[in-house]
C-alpha cells in the first residue's frame, strides 16, 4: 500500500527558511509525479509545485516562485521542499501527493492520487 509521510513542519518567524520532506513507501516512485499543496485556514487547499518524473520538470506558483525549491532523490523515495523567505501568508497545512499520473497529482484532493496527511508550517511576523 502506497504510504507517503510529510516530516515534521514547525513555526518559524517571517523570512526564515524550512524544508519540509516527503517520504513515499509501498511502490517504487522513480516514475511518479509529486506534487505539494497547501491549505490555509479557513480556504480551499491549492497548488503550490509540482515535478514530474525523468526530466524532473516542476511548475511552481506564482505565489512561491523564487521562494520555494523541490527536489526529489529517487533512491531515498522522498521529495523535498525548500521553502526560504517565508512570509505569514505560507501558514498552512503543506500536503504530499503523489501518482504515475501528472493530472490525477496536479488535480488535487479528488483527483485520485496519493495523499500524505499533511503537516503544518506556522509562519510568525
Known amino acids: 500500500q502506497v504510504q507517503l509521510v510529510e516530516s515534521e513542519g514547525g513555526l518559524v518567524q517571517a523570512g526564515g527558511s524550512l524544508r519540509l520532506s516527503c517520504a513515499a513507501s509501498?511502490?517504487?516512485?522513480?516514475?511518479?509525479?509529486f506534487a505539494w499543496f497547501r491549505q490555509a485556514p479557513g480556504k480551499e487547499r491549492e497548488f503550490v509545485v509540482v515535478?514530474?518524473?525523468?526530466?524532473?520538470?516542476?511548475n511552481y506558483a506564482d505565489s512561491v516562485k523564487g521562494r520555494f525549491t523541490v527536489s526529489r532523490d529517487n533512491a531515498k523515495n522522498t521529495v523535498y521542499l525548500q521553502m526560504n523567505s517565508l512570509k505569514p501568508g505560507d501558514t498552512a497545512v503543506y500536503y504530499c501527493?503523489?501518482?504515475?499520473?501528472?493530472?490525477?497529482?496536479?488535480?488535487?484532493?479528488?483527483?485520485?492520487?496519493?495523499w500524505g496527511k499533511g503537516t503544518r508550517v506556522t509562519v510568525s511576523s
Open positions: 509501498g511502490s517504487t516512485f522513480g516514475d511518479h509525479a
Open positions: 515535478t514530474r518524473p525523468f526530466r524532473g520538470d516542476t
Open positions: 501527493a503523489a501518482d504515475l499520473s501528472f493530472r490525477r497529482v496536479v488535480a488535487g484532493p479528488d483527483g485520485g492520487a496519493y
